[in-house]
């Protein structure tokens, strides 16, 4: 009888360890988050030849933005749209040192031309505009990663004593503001593409 009774102890402790087992593999589980990518904010080439980006988490601050891997990017939907909205960017850019350059072999005897050209798309010029248009120079701009749907157009870009770019822009909204070229280079690539793309003088072969 004593016997019996071993086995079933033997049973029922093997039963518990299983069991035990079993809990501690779902607490592991239960323990293992899944962080969701909310923005890519930039890329670089590690050491060893693979491509990291900086990664904004949701629900985290700043202080906690960390270099990963594209294997650590569960959405890829995230990391495609970051490399067009890149190429879109690159483009505007191009398009501006383009513009800048051709305006500096122009000359003076081109000079008021080039002032002729930067009107806004309603045809009145630019200097009018400014003259009767209050830009608000303190707005974020609306909270959206694609600007272009809500942008009337872009009036003008001009250059600060430091030599930064700041472009003015009239909304759908009626609503005018201005806004570092950097921000608006990300939020309407397109639109600002467009607006050098309207104003290079191209040399005629």
Same mark, same amino acid.
Request: contains cysteine; proline residues 2%; negative net charge.
């Given at each position: 009888?004593?016997?019996?009774?071993?086995?079933?102890?033997?049973?029922?402790? !093997?039963?518990?360890?299983?069991?035990?087992?079993?809990?501690?593999?779902?607490?592991?589980?239960?323990?293992?988050?899944?962080?969701?990518?909310?923005?890519?904010?930039?890329?670089?080439?590690?050491?060893?030849?693979?491509?990291?980006?900086?990664?904004?988490?949701?629900?985290?601050?700043?202080?906690? *933005?960390?270099?990963?891997?594209?294997?650590?990017?569960?959405?890829?939907?995230?990391?495609?749209?970051?490399?067009?909205?890149?190429?879109?960017?690159?483009?505007?850019?191009?398009?501006?040192?383009?513009?800048?350059?051709?305006?500096? !072999?122009?000359?003076?005897?081109?000079?008021?031309?080039?002032?002729?050209?930067?009107?806004? *798309?309603?045809?009145?010029?630019?200097?009018?505009?400014?003259?009767?248009?209050?830009?608000?120079?303190?707005?974020?701009?609306?909270?959206?990663?694609?600007?272009?749907?809500?942008?009337?157009?872009?009036?003008?870009?001009?250059?600060?004593?430091?030599?930064?770019?700041?472009?003015?822009?009239?909304?759908?909204?009626?609503?005018?503001?201005?806004?570092?070229?950097?921000?608006?280079?990300?939020?309407?690539?397109?639109?600002?593409?467009?607006?050098?793309?309207?104003?290079?003088?191209?040399? *005629?072969?």
């Amino acid at each position: 009888m004593n016997e019996e009774l071993s086995e079933d102890d033997n049973e029922i402790s !093997n039963r518990s360890a299983k069991d035990q087992g079993m809990e501690d593999e779902e607490d592991e589980d239960e323990d293992e988050e899944v962080y969701v990518v909310e923005k890519i904010l930039d890329d670089r080439q590690a050491s060893h030849g693979v491509t990291e980006y900086l990664i904004k988490w949701e629900g985290y601050p700043n202080s906690e *933005n960390s270099w990963e891997g594209e294997e650590n990017i569960l959405d890829k939907d995230i990391l495609k749209d970051y490399w067009e909205q890149k190429k879109k960017a690159a483009a505007a850019r191009k398009a501006a040192a383009a513009m800048k350059r051709n305006n500096s !072999n122009s000359g003076n005897s081109n000079a008021s031309a080039g002032k002729r050209q930067r009107q806004t *798309n309603n045809g009145s010029g630019v200097a009018d505009a400014k003259k009767s248009t209050e830009y608000d120079s303190d707005s974020d701009g609306p909270d959206v990663k694609d600007w272009e749907p809500l942008v009337e157009s872009i009036d003008t870009v001009d250059r600060l004593e430091d030599q930064s770019l700041v472009v003015f822009i009239s909304w759908k909204n009626g609503k005018y503001t201005k806004h570092p070229a950097s921000v608006v280079y990300e939020k309407c690539p397109q639109l600002m593409l467009k607006f050098y793309e309207e104003r290079v003088r191209f040399r *005629n072969k």
